[in-house]
């Protein structure tokens, strides 16, 4: 039986999507870096200040979470794992920078700007902003700070990138998980409910994000064996991460203009770092391998996926080598920062 609470519920919910659908209407018209995460984020959490009740169902929340793991798992394809195949000293040395990118503005993080050892760890994870979200959300850090060193460092990579792409001919699609060609209808449904079942056993492995873990896992295990094929319906991954934006917007509270100007110094500088370790290690690569520096580069540049892939196509670079560094950078984010999340709450003295 539905219970009074239960339509309060329901009605908020309607209520903070509305307003998360106006936020991501605007972000997109103004080309705002990631504008279905940071629209609804903005317009949610202004309405939250304002008084109003903002608020996402769980089973709403657990379901957006499934369809966007599925989503980044549609990324992985047969090609994408024959040219690591192919190169498997790049993929390496990537996997390398990226422990070092992760404990270099970790450690930044926490010493210059007071941040957790938690919170560090998911502000300074170079890309996978919806899986950093949707831990940020589970483990109950700090949400705010997380997303607004995560929007810098977009915004630093991509606010000239689709200028320059669209004078060149070259567009960059809103919906990153979108596809020219997407999931027939019998197979998304089966690998939500596989999805769903693993989640469930995750949960009480008590992995965090379990259901997003879940679905990224059995969708890209799926993408790569070739058993199914395409991405999700443009609409459905759309409606995903402007709930999700949402749900980052109903954690926004107590927000002062200090502490956004503090993260907004912090994301600049991780960005900074993270790019030097990457060109660091991409002019060496090159050399070794005798790939074009071009190429290396926008391959290890520290995201977004779907940015750094059309700015590889703006430069000229080899766009499979480029595509396939980029989902294994997703790959290993995907077991990396949970990894670095446990050690990080292993270490945590009591009481701090």
């Not at 219970?3 to 908020?12: D, G, M, N």
């Not at 605007?26 to 949610?44: C, D, E, F, Q, W």
């Not at 009480?204 to 969708?219: D, G, K, Q, T, Y």
């Amino acid at each position: 039986m539905t219970t009074p609470a239960h339509w309060h519920s329901l009605s908020s919910t309607l209520y903070t999507l509305a307003i998360a659908g106006g936020g991501a209407a605007l972000a997109t018209s103004i080309n705002l870096p990631a504008a279905l995460l940071t629209g609804p984020a903005l317009a949610v959490s202004a309405a939250g200040l304002l008084g109003l009740r903002m608020e996402i169902a769980p089973r709403l929340r657990d379901l957006a979470f499934l369809i966007i793991g599925v989503g980044i798992g549609s990324t992985v394809t047969p090609e994408t794992l024959s040219i690591m195949a192919q190169l498997p000293l790049a993929f390496v040395v990537l996997f390398v920078l990226l422990f070092a990118m992760m404990r270099a503005c970790q450690s930044m993080l926490v010493r210059g700007f007071g941040f957790d050892p938690r919170t560090a760890i998911l502000a300074a994870a170079p890309g996978h902003l919806s899986f950093v979200i949707g831990l940020s959300i589970d483990q109950g850090v700090d949400t705010l700070r997380v997303t607004v060193v995560q929007a810098v460092r977009l915004l630093a990579l991509t606010l000239i990138v689709p200028v320059i792409a669209r004078l060149m001919g070259v567009e960059i699609t809103g919906n990153p998980l979108a596809s020219g060609a997407t999931l027939p209808w019998l197979q998304f449904a089966g690998l939500l409910a596989v999805s769903f079942a693993f989640g469930l056993g995750l949960q009480r492995l008590r992995v965090p994000a379990a259901l997003l873990i879940a679905a990224m896992v059995i969708s890209a295990a799926g993408h790569g064996a070739d058993l199914v094929q395409g991405g999700l319906h443009p609409w459905l991954g759309t409606v995903s991460f402007v709930t999700i934006g949402a749900l980052i917007g109903t954690r926004f509270s107590g927000l002062s203009w200090f502490a956004l100007r503090a993260s907004f110094v912090a994301g600049l500088l991780v960005t900074t770092l993270a790019s030097s370790i990457a060109l660091l290690g991409a002019l060496p690569v090159a050399w070794l391998l005798g790939l074009d520096p071009v190429t290396v580069l926008a391959a290890f540049a520290p995201g977004g996926f779907e940015t750094m892939i059309a700015l590889g196509a703006v430069l000229g670079a080899n766009p499979g080598f480029v595509a396939a560094a980029h989902v294994a950078r997703l790959m290993c984010l995907t077991g990396l920062i949970p990894f670095m999340l446990g050690r990080a709450g292993r270490l945590r003295q009591p009481g701090t």
